[in-house]
């Protein structure tokens, strides 16, 4: 069935929005000596997290639900052709891999917790649906630029789109000097403010 474009579009509208008030309220919920600019975001859901399901069940089950949604919207809109359905599908391969962020979740907090080795079956799980999820989120823009660009009622996004992934690592490495924690961060509210965009 066809997911409605408005129903989508507003998943898309609502997706950065859950996203930044689960990562603020999850950084904001952690005492000393847990620091955003150097800390990873995975910390905020770890087991020994304080209030986890502020990032894992706002930041994450939510948020990739909502992308999951746009995703399925833009499946519907874009119709045919590699280029929609890899985009569209990269979306929502980002969407399920977030909401499994929520769940596979990490064993500890890195150097914040000692000892601390993050070797159960669901950390290495979250290991694994990470880097999935990093690489579905820096190629579907790509992607979806070329779909945007064969279609006329789109035409005007596809150059935007193309330059999300650049925007995205220029907004990561600038923020780098304050920490990776906070270039981590950076970069993911940029990918989210292009979600907002589409």
Known sequence: P????RVAALCGLVAPVAFVVGLVLGDLAQPDPFDPAHDDISHLGAETASSPWLYNQVGANLTGLLVVGLGLGLWSALGRGWAARLGSGGLMV???????DGFLRLDCRGGLDVPCENVSWHASAHKVESGITGTALLLTPVVLAFAFRARPAWRSAWVPTLLA????IVTGAAFSSIGPGAAARAGSVAWFLWIGFV
Do not use: D, F, K, S
């Open 165 to 168: 992934v650049p925007a995205i």
């Open 2 to 5: 066809r997911m409605p474009a």
């Open 94 to 100: 980002v969407g399920v891999g977030m909401v499994l």
